[in-house]
Every structure is written in structure tokens, then in C-alpha cells.
């Protein structure tokens, strides 16, 4: 239990670093006993999404062999984890799944928020997995301990590209599922249990994106973008999130009736986003008009932030490339599966820089004395979050002045562009009308 709050900590500055991270719906309540129900794409990196989430101490349930693991178990057992045994892991240790039961029932009915993946495991699949019943018996069986219902949250994880270095990250929390009426019933309650079950299910899937297969995932993201560009919609990334499972629900439906329009317009999606790719462009972006009055200060603006950044960029990148590079290289010689390769990355990547940083400020301490090297332990971090920040402004910038320059110099091919996305946002809207009625 020692770890849990440095773990809670620690998680929140890890995933700020490797992804954009993005949290979006309810505020989890910071007293008090809760049960917070994600789903698992992403290895171990989902509980530090979940924890981030929550915003304070979150104990998690961790299949058995974690920790007995030379590499994990004394961050699985100093972060107050509780184990769960699984047939596939050791069939002759299920039945101590019972210590399990009581260890979380006593968490809860001591105000403690508890963290877990009905699903039951980590997989790479592109909708949820059958939940298993655990979480209701949990829930159920702490409920008299507690003094009835508590709040039962579901979260909604979702990754652009989970194994890549800044690459977007969301997580959604929802409503907490209603079951005041189920709270007498205890966890013997067969009936109790397969509802709540069944509750959770439907609220999980409400926060989550579920697709048939992974090829759908750019079709689906190239409608909803296309969409939101043209017709009044909410910015907020939970709405977004909303989109996007209404969406894949419809392409699901549409294809279980094979109908030919929706054929049709999904090639002209396909089609539409292949050539904003090659024009450097999204969506969102044909709407908006060149600005050549404000050219000159958005120019001078950039410079000057270039001016100061650069040099910062480049002693970053002089200083972390060779370790961000063995990162790399360990996880793709790694082979590890890709629901697993993100936290291979983070875990590797965190120890490999954390002892590089150590090692660089102890060769300054040893050149230029303990004060140096002091200074050096505090501004070398720095200077790796400038080196990420400023390579993502140049890569911004770069991209809008490309922007610019296309929308004053071939203004004709940006209008085409915009007629076309307008006539394909509204067959989107009337499509969906249709299938929704």
C-alpha cells in the first residue's frame, strides 16, 4: 500500500508525457467508496488511465501471477493491488478467489476506491469483450458494508495509436449505473447479478467505441470528422466519443442489410479523406478562410518562439536521442503483443531515461562539482518536456503555413474540396436518419 499514492502520481505525469491525454465526462467523487469499471485495451497502461482518471488512490485487481513477477511484482504489491486468481492462469488456485472477494468487499466498506477490467483480460480486439460477472458480485457483496448502493463508474478507454510516442488518448467517464433496486439482493442473488451485469455492460458500451473490425476504425473516424465539420455539433471529446459508437453502430447495421448506398458513401469517405491526406488537411480545416492580414505577425510570432525553442530543441535531442532510440529498439525486439507493447514502451522508456538522466548529472557532478550536478538532475527533465513541446510546434507550425499557402494560392481546389465535404456531411446525416428510424 506504501506505492499507491506515488503510483497514483507517477501514473498522471508518465501518460501526460507519452500521450495527449485527454479526460472528458463525470468528475469521479474523491471520498468515499467507488467501483470503477474500464475496459482493457491496453495492458497496464489502463490502470494508470483509470487512476489518472480518478484523480485519487485507486487500488486494482491484477491477475495472481503479476505478483510473483521478477520485473512488476513489487510496483503490483507496494501499489495495494489485489490478486485474482484465473483458470487459465492456475486452475487449482481458484478457489482462493474467495480471500479475493472479502480483500475487496473490505476495501470498499472502508471508503476505498477500487479499480478493475470486467472483461477479465487485456486484449487488441476492436469492441469490448463478454464481461465477466465479477464486478456485480463485488458490487453486490460490498453493498451491505457500505449501506446500499454506491457509485458503480464505468470508463471508457480509447487510443489512436497506443504504441506510438505522443499519440492521442481518451478517457470518457460515464454516468454511474443505476442499482439502488439491486443492492438488497446479495451476491447469491443469481438474477441480481446477471442484471447488474448486463447494466454495466450497457454502460461501458456507452463510453466505448465498438467495431466489427479494425479496418472500419479510419472510415468510421473520417465520417464523424467530416460530420462535425458541417453540421452543428458538440466540441466536447465525450460527445465526440458518442459520434463515433452511433456511428459504428450504424456502419454495423447497414452492413448486416447490405444496402448499396451505404456502400457508396463510404467509398466517397475513403476517397474524401485520401485526398485531405495528400493536401496535408482535415476536415475541420476547410472552413477556414486565409488570414493574410494576420500572415506577417503569425510569422513573427513563430520566429521568435524559434529563436528561444531551437537551440533548447536541439541540446534536448543531443542529450535524449540515444536512449530514446534504445527504447525503440528494445520494444520492437520485443515482440510483444499489441495490447502489451504501449506499457512496454512506457515502463522501458521511463527506466531507460530516468538512469540516463541519473548518469548524465552524476558525470556533471563529477566534472563541475555536487552543486552542478544538482541543477543538472532538475533542468535536464525540463529540457526533455521543452525538446517534446517545441518539436510539436514546429511540426504545427509547419503544417498551417503549408495550409496557408494552398488556400491563397489554389483557392479553387479548397472550394471544390468544400462542396464535396458539404454534399458527403449531408448524405452522412441522411443516411444515419435512416437507419436510426
Given amino acids: 500500500m506504501w506505492l499507491l499514492p506515488i503510483f497514483s502520481f507517477v501514473s498522471r505525469v508518465a501518460l501526460g508525457v507519452f500521450y495527449r491525454l485527454t479526460m472528458a465526462g463525470e468528475r469521479v467523487p474523491q471520498r468515499g467508496p467507488i467501483l470503477l469499471l474500464a475496459n482493457h485495451p491496453n495492458s497496464l497502461v489502463d490502470p494508470a488511465m483509470v487512476g489518472a482518471v480518478a484523480r485519487r488512490p485507486v487500488r486494482f485487481l491484477a491477475k495472481a501471477p503479476l505478483f510473483t513477477d521478477r520485473a512488476l511484482g513489487w510496483l503490483i504489491r507496494g501499489s495495494g493491488s489485489i490478486p485474482v486468481y484465473r483458470r487459465q492462469d492456475d486452475p487449482t488456485a481458484t478457489g482462493r478467489n474467495e480471500d479475493m472477494f472479502r480483500a475487496v468487499w473490505e476495501a470498499l466498506g472502508s471508503g476505498c476506491a477500487v479499480g478493475m477490467f470486467p472483461e477479465g483480460l487485456s486484449h487488441d480486439e476492436p ?3 463478454p464481461l465477466k460477472t465479477g464486478a456485480a458480485r463485488i458490487a453486490l457483496g460490498a453493498a451491505p458494508l457500505v449501506g446500499g448502493a454506491f457509485p458503480v463508474i464505468p470508463v471508457g478507454l480509447s487510443f489512436r495509436e497506443k504504441q506510438t510516442f505522443r499519440s492521442d488518448a481518451l478517457a470518457v467517464v460515464g454516468e454511474p449505473v443505476r442499482w439502488d433496486d439491486l443492492a438488497a439482493a446479495g451476491v447469491e442473488d443469481r438474477d441480481a447479478v446477471e442484471e447488474l451485469t448486463r447494466r454495466i455492460d450497457d454502460a461501458l458500451r456507452d463510453v466505448t467505441v465498438n467495431l466489427q473490425r479494425w479496418e472500419d476504425v479510419p472510415l468510421v473516424e473520417a465520417a464523424e470528422a467530416v460530420y462535425a465539420a458541417e453540421l452543428p455539433v458538440s466540441g466536447d471529446p ?10 459504428s453502430e450504424g456502419l454495423a447495421r447497414l452492413r448486416a442489410e447490405d444496402r448499396e448506398e451505404w456502400h457508396r458513401v463510404a467509398d466517397a469517405v475513403a476517397a474524401h479523406a485520401r485526398v485531405l491526406r495528400v493536401l496535408g488537411l482535415r476536415p475541420e480545416e476547410l ?3 486565409p488570414r493574410t492580414s494576420g500572415a506577417a505577425l503569425w510569422t513573427l510570432r513563430q520566429l521568435l518562439f524559434f529563436l528561444v525553442g531551437a537551440p533548447l530543441a536541439a541540446l534536448g535531442i543531443a542529450i535524449y536521442f540515444l536512449p530514446y532510440r534504445l527504447t525503440g529498439i528494445a520494444e520492437a525486439r520485443a515482440r510483444r503483443g499489441r495490447d502489451s507493447r504501449a506499457t512496454f514502451k512506457v515502463m522501458v522508456g521511463a527506466i531507460v531515461h530516468l538512469a540516463w538522466t541519473l548518469a548524465v548529472a552524476a558525470l556533471v557532478a563529477w566534472r563541475a562539482g555536487p552543486l ?4 543538472a538532475l532538475v533542468a535536464l527533465p525540463l529540457v526533455g518536456l521543452v525538446t517534446v513541446h517545441v518539436l510539436e510546434r514546429w511540426s504545427h ?7 496557408f499557402f494552398l488556400r491563397t494560392r489554389r483557392p479553387e481546389v479548397l472550394e471544390e474540396m468544400r462542396s464535396r465535404q458539404r454534399a458527403l456531411a449531408e448524405r452522412l446525416h441522411a443516411l444515419w436518419q435512416e437507419v436510426r428510424a
Avoid at 238 to 247: F, I, N, T
Avoid at 397 to 403: F, K, L
Fill in 287 to 289: 472552413q477556414a478562410a
Fill in 127 to 129: 469492441a469490448l469483450a
Fill in 372 to 375: 552542478a550536478g544538482a541543477a
Fill in 397 to 403: 507550425a509547419a503544417g498551417e503555413a503549408r495550409r
Fill in 238 to 247: 465525450g460527445d465526440r466519443v458518442e459520434r463515433l459508437r452511433e456511428a
